[in-house]
């Protein structure tokens, strides 16, 4: 169905859930088959997670990522650390007794006697940090997982020309576009279709951008997520020179152009994104 005549509600349904007692006290929820519980009443937190929470790259040797780990509900005499990488078997890191615990792993302790080079360590790589109960030796639900990746600084307000769009091939449309990353390497974009909208439909489109981000991984660029109508979209990165990056996107309905994206001469040159 056209964009311009399709409309689509949406509905938000909320679901509370009651963890009551009965009579007799007796819960109304199997404590220790619960996920939320996790071990026999008790729950293994993360949290304050630092450095981004990803391992950098671009600085193997010294990269670290910190973190707290704590306990809620039934007392516990403490948390086991146990480390794994990309799936691999665990090996335990270390078993804290006083809780709160505050833990500080470089990239080069998280791996070691992983069977893993530092040198072998890439881009997708993940560290997964486990937790158990000292005493029981009962695993927590609850993991944290660290991606190896690099640090990602490029959002901005940019002025983009669009040089060629699914409707037109001759008319070009010049504004500006907001680039805003939002941690992780992840980015928001204001304006995805860059003006062709404006001048491809007579009618605004108001399903909106859905969840697509921009996702940067080491200065590989993809595109995450679905606009408002169900569609995932792409980039393609045709070329940088200097502070202009010419940019081919499209999308599963169809539409797609060719973008012009500039940085002012105080942001500097582009950094060497890629797509593939």
Do not use: H
Request: with cysteine; aromatic share 12%; proline share 3%.
């Amino acid at each position: 169905m056209n964009k311009i005549f399709q409309i689509r509600n949406l509905f938000i349904f909320a679901a509370l859930a009651f963890v009551g007692t009965s009579c007799n006290d007796e819960p109304l929820v199997n404590k220790a088959e619960d996920d939320l519980f996790s071990v026999g009443g008790t729950i293994a937190n993360y949290s304050n997670v630092t450095n981004g929470g990803f391992y950098n790259l671009k600085d193997k040797e010294n990269t670290t990522v910190g973190f707290e780990i704590s306990s809620a509900g039934e007392p516990i005499n403490g948390i086991t650390v146990k480390k794994s990488f990309n799936g691999g078997d665990e090996v335990e890191y270390g078993t804290y007794n006083d809780l709160p615990a505050t833990l500080d792993v470089s990239l080069v302790e998280a791996i070691s006697g992983l069977g893993v080079d530092l040198e072998d360590v890439s881009v997708g790589n993940e560290v997964v940090y486990t937790f158990y109960d000292s005493s029981t030796g009962a695993k927590f639900a609850k993991s944290l997982t660290v991606q190896c990746s690099c640090p990602s600084d490029f959002g901005g307000i940019f002025t983009y020309e669009s040089i060629s769009y699914w409707c037109v091939s001759d008319t070009s449309v010049m504004d500006t576009v907001a680039i805003t990353g939002i941690g992780g390497g992840l980015y928001e974009i204001d304006n995805w279709d860059f003006g062709a909208y404006v001048s491809c439909y007579p009618e605004p489109i108001t399903a909106g951008f859905g969840t697509l981000q921009l996702k940067d991984l080491c200065e590989e660029i993809s595109v995450i997520g679905e606009d408002g109508y169900g569609d995932g979209w792409a980039w393609t990165i045709d070329e940088i020179a200097g502070r202009d990056m010419t940019v081919s996107w499209s999308n599963d309905y169809g539409e797609n152009g060719t973008v012009i994206i500039s940085r002012s001469e105080d942001q500097g040159d582009w950094p060497p994104l890629f797509t593939n």
